[in-house]
């Protein structure tokens, strides 16, 4: 192996006096090395905006929702919010009600998503944790407080202690057209969350949504937050049906499962994209080294001759492929990894500098660019990258090996 080692390095060594060669060899290793580094770098944003979606987005919203068919609302819900919290899968069970309207103070009007929760229970969660205390005071003492969304609030230009009427339509039996209900509330603060929600929801008492909506039974429904948020649909799915009440069904694939899809989409495109560049990089293996046959097919024969074997040629030849390959993965990772850890740093004091924001909160759910480093991403990208590269050294070992000492030496 020793001799392999050798023969390997000083054919690599010796392959640099010719400067085409030399080109072909470098512009492997660079294609490799980059190849790796975007692909970690990009594999750990799309980590990154994973993580930010579970731990904010999903902590947040309602994981899942069971709501009653019927206007009167849940039955018993107390004893069912203690079934269903026996679950494996299920964390915190809440009751709820849900209001769609139109929101107005003076002329000014915006149509809002306003979710009913017991103060007490609410105050708690996690959702509360982008709410301030003193919001949280004023909630859960005031029956006809209302926290909005911080866009819902700057559009209608409101002040703490403001009140806002909430029109909300009224359904009838025979669809005639009525006044719309009203309900007074009192602004008593914002969250701020990011994206579409900070411009369309918003939270009230139970009690009072109960009271306006006629819910005899106390709650609209329930809202659950899970322990495996990615598996929703099914575990709500197996909640809903053995509930004895007739329900809808509902999980928060359906209302933000998009952003999930989108996200998984962009990882596939990126991972088959750049492994595919790391494929062409290699191929500047396999034209390098046929070269570097080519140009040492009488020191192959030489070699040969002197007692070499076929095997060891072959060898000789893709460990010196292996070698580059090895190189571009190193350096590649490295940087990608030290990059992967700081990208969001050195975003944040670029945009600093500038003035300027590469992601807006208005649009997106985060206002900066989130990473995840995952070892087993960096593991597998480089673990490929040296397959590819061993194989793109077949070729021209085999080819080398299968020369002729009489032929190559004549």
């Excluded at 010796?14 to 030399?22: D, E, H, L, T």
């Excluded at 899942?64 to 039955?75: D, F, K, M, P, R």
């Excluded at 997106?364 to 061993?390: G, K």
Aim: hydrophobic share 45%; net charge neutral; glycine share 6%.
């Amino acid at each position: 192996m020793s001799l392999v080692w050798q023969l390997a390095t000083r054919f690599r060594r010796a392959k640099q006096a010719n400067g085409f060669v030399s080109f072909i060899s470098a512009s492997s290793t660079f294609g490799i090395g980059l190849g790796c580094f975007v692909l970690i770098l990009l594999l750990s944003v799309m980590n990154g905006f994973q993580r930010e979606l579970e731990q904010r987005l999903l902590a947040f919203i309602p994981h899942g929702e069971l709501y009653a068919v019927s206007s009167q609302g849940i039955e018993n819900w107390p004893q069912a919010i203690e079934r269903f919290s026996q679950h494996n899968s299920v964390e915190k069970v809440q009751p709820y009600a849900k209001l769609t309207g139109m929101l107005q103070k003076a002329r000014q009007m915006k149509a809002v998503e306003l979710t009913a929760l017991e103060p007490d229970i609410a105050s708690s969660d996690a959702l509360f944790d982008y709410i301030d205390d003193e919001v949280k005071q004023r909630y859960t003492t005031d029956k006809d407080a209302v926290i909005l969304g911080k866009s819902i609030a700057e559009q209608l230009k409101l002040e703490v202690g403001d009140t806002v009427q909430l029109l909300i339509p009224t359904v009838t039996d025979d669809l005639t057209f009525v006044a719309p209900q009203t309900i007074w509330l009192t602004y008593v603060g914002s969250f701020s969350l990011g994206g579409e929600l900070d411009n369309r929801v918003g939270f009230m008492p139970l009690k009072t949504a109960v009271e306006k909506l006629n819910i005899s039974h106390g709650a609209q429904g329930l809202r659950f937050q899970l322990s495996t948020p990615f598996q929703a649909r099914q575990v709500m799915r197996e909640l809903g049906y053995s509930f004895e009440q007739a329900v809808y069904i509902s999980d928060w694939t359906r209302t933000q499962g998009h952003l999930y899809q989108d996200i998984q989409l962009v990882r596939l495109i990126v991972y088959i994209a750049l492994v595919l560049v790391i494929a062409v990089a290699c191929f500047n293996i396999v034209s390098g080294l046929v070269m570097t046959v080519a140009e040492k097919k009488s020191s192959i024969g030489i070699l040969m001759t002197m007692g070499l074997s076929a095997n060891k040629v072959r060898m000789t030849f893709m460990l010196q492929g292996l070698l580059n390959g090895c190189i571009g993965v190193a350096v590649g990772t490295a940087v990608g990894v030290i990059t992967a850890l700081n990208l969001t740093d050195w975003i944040t004091s670029i945009e600093r500098l500038l003035g300027v924001s590469l992601l807006s909160g208005d649009i997106y759910f985060v206002n900066f660019l989130p990473t995840e480093l995952h070892w087993q991403d960096v593991m597998i990208t480089a673990v490929i990258a040296l397959i590819l590269s061993l194989i793109s050294t077949l070729y021209p070992a085999n080819k080398a090996a299968k020369l002729s000492p009489a032929k190559a030496l004549s």
